[in-house]
């Protein structure tokens, strides 16, 4: 099954590895974006990447409160 804006929520509910790639690919530039601004001046360019990890890996382990 391809993965969508319409059916990412569900497959990430059931724990698909593909929909992770998709939010992952769609949403790394936003997410890269604002936690640079948080960090900004306080982070090193690998603490921004540690952050950006954890929120998609949050994300996957919340999927199914989603």
């Not at 509910?13 to 992770?20: D, E, G, M, T």
């Not at 921004?48 to 929120?55: A, G, H, L």
Request: proline share 5%.
């Amino acid at each position: 099954m391809r993965i969508t804006p319409e059916n990412v929520l569900r497959e990430l509910h059931n724990r698909s590895p593909r929909a992770l790639d998709f939010l992952v690919h769609e949403y790394t530039p936003v997410v890269s974006a604002l936690v640079s601004r948080i960090l900004a001046g306080v982070g090193t360019r690998e603490d921004i990447e540690e952050c950006v990890s954890d929120v998609f890996c949050g994300g996957l382990g919340s999927g199914q409160r989603l």
